[in-house]
């Protein structure tokens, strides 16, 4: 028998905060949205951070969440476009720009990179 978990998503763009019922064999996102919900998406694959969001409380499984690094992951980001919920959610959506940050920021704003180094500016 599937089960049912009450999702609360607050999204932080808007200011509004959404309640859904999501099973636990269906994507987050897709099924907010089967029910009228409208979140950020980019492209349903888990492939980049804009349906990122930030778990205050709950738990989900997100095996095919290749957008979040897995220390992301443990510091309680998730993807909803490929999250399935393993418990009643609370969750806050984020700025796409300050989760790629977060995962990415070290790598970046160091000058010229060549095969992965930051070159001397000439």
Same mark, same amino acid.
């Given at each position: 028998?599937?089960?049912? #978990?009450?999702?609360?998503?607050?999204?932080?763009?808007t %200011?509004?905060?959404?309640?859904?019922?999501?099973?636990?064999?269906k994507?987050i996102l897709?099924s907010?949205?089967?029910?009228?919900?409208?979140?950020p998406?980019?492209?349903?694959?888990?492939?980049?951070?804009?349906?990122?969001?930030?778990?205050?409380?709950?738990?989900?499984? @997100?095996p095919e969440?290749? %957008?979040?690094?897995? /220390?992301? /992951?443990?510091?309680g980001?998730?993807l909803?476009?490929?999250?399935?919920?393993l418990?009643?959610?609370?969750?806050?959506? @984020?700025?796409e720009?300050?989760? #790629?940050?977060?995962?990415?920021?070290? #790598?970046? %704003?160091?000058? /010229?990179? /060549?095969?992965?180094?930051?070159?001397?500016?000439?």
């Amino acid at each position: 028998m599937t089960k049912y #978990y009450t999702i609360t998503i607050h999204n932080r763009q808007t %200011g509004i905060t959404e309640t859904r019922t999501v099973p636990e064999n269906k994507y987050i996102l897709h099924s907010c949205e089967s029910e009228g919900g409208e979140l950020p998406f980019s492209c349903r694959n888990g492939a980049c951070t804009a349906c990122a969001v930030r778990i205050l409380s709950g738990k989900v499984r @997100q095996p095919e969440a290749m %957008g979040l690094s897995p /220390k992301l /992951k443990e510091d309680g980001y998730a993807l909803l476009c490929v999250s399935y919920p393993l418990s009643d959610l609370v969750v806050e959506t @984020q700025d796409e720009d300050e989760v #790629y940050e977060l995962q990415f920021g070290r #790598y970046f %704003g160091r000058g /010229k990179v /060549k095969f992965g180094l930051p070159l001397d500016e000439d």
